[in-house]
């Protein structure tokens, strides 16, 4: 796919203008819209990720999207993220794009496990920026990247009553197959479902 095809994918139905795009080696680096742009996440993103994760998402987000493995377990300082941010670095089979306000994070997307043959996707936008097109945008700028992958399928976990996010999904293309394998928790010695989420996949190509 061309930067061309990719930059019109993006731009179609957005409520922005993309200004840029930007494609290096296969991998997207760069994308500008109105006074925001989305990036790679760098190793010194990590104070603004803290601050995004505890200041930007309310509790309710932050259980939604779990973030693992840069935030969960919860850090209790910047370093840490800084230091999980260098440790995941060795898989080296995912992307994470940040989207900044001027220098604020103010939402995330992420491809992983890309080489599983089961890459999965995830996002989050800052509670304050929601329904304004930011998810769109980020959650097509993860399903670009898979373009530029050749990737098959994305996979995605929602949170039963998490409507917003079963919203865009949909909205991107995901279509909903059924449920996920539940998470238990063991509670007085046995084990109970504590969440059973609803699986969606995009057919990317
Ligand atoms: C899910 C989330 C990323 C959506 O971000 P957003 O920036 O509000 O998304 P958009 O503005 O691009 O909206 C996308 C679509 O979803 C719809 N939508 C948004 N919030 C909705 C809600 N609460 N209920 C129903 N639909 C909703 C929008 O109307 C829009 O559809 P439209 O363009 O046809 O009107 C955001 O709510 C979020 O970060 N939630 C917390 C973390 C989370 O749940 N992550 C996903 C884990 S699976």
Avoid at 68 to 88: A, C, D, G, N
Avoid at 174 to 193: A, D, H, R, S, W
């Amino acid at each position: 796919m061309t930067t061309d095809e990719l930059k019109d994918y993006l731009q179609n139905g957005a409520r922005f203008k993309i200004k840029e795009l930007n494609v290096k080696n296969g991998t997207i680096e760069y994308i500008a819209f109105d006074t925001m742009t989305i990036t790679n996440l760098a190793d010194d993103d990590f104070q603004e990720l803290y601050n995004f994760f505890y200041e930007g998402l309310s509790e309710q987000s932050r259980v939604y999207f779990p973030f693992y493995p840069l935030l969960r377990p919860q850090p209790e300082t910047p370093q840490t993220v800084r230091e999980r941010i260098v440790q995941w670095r060795v898989e080296s089979d995912w992307f994470f794009y940040v989207l900044k306000d001027g220098v604020h994070i103010i939402g995330v997307s992420l491809l992983k496990r890309i080489s599983t043959g089961h890459p999965v996707a995830g996002i989050a936008i800052a509670d304050k920026y929601h329904k304004r097109g930011l998810g769109t945008v980020m959650l097509k700028a993860a399903i670009a990247q898979a373009k530029l992958l050749n990737l098959y399928t994305i996979y995605s976990g929602v949170a039963p009553d998490n409507d917003a996010s079963y919203a865009l999904h949909t909205k991107c293309g995901f279509v909903l197959t059924g449920q996920t394998m539940p998470y238990f928790v063991t509670k007085n010695g046995e084990n109970i479902i504590a969440r059973h989420d609803k699986e969606l996949i995009l057919q990317v190509s």
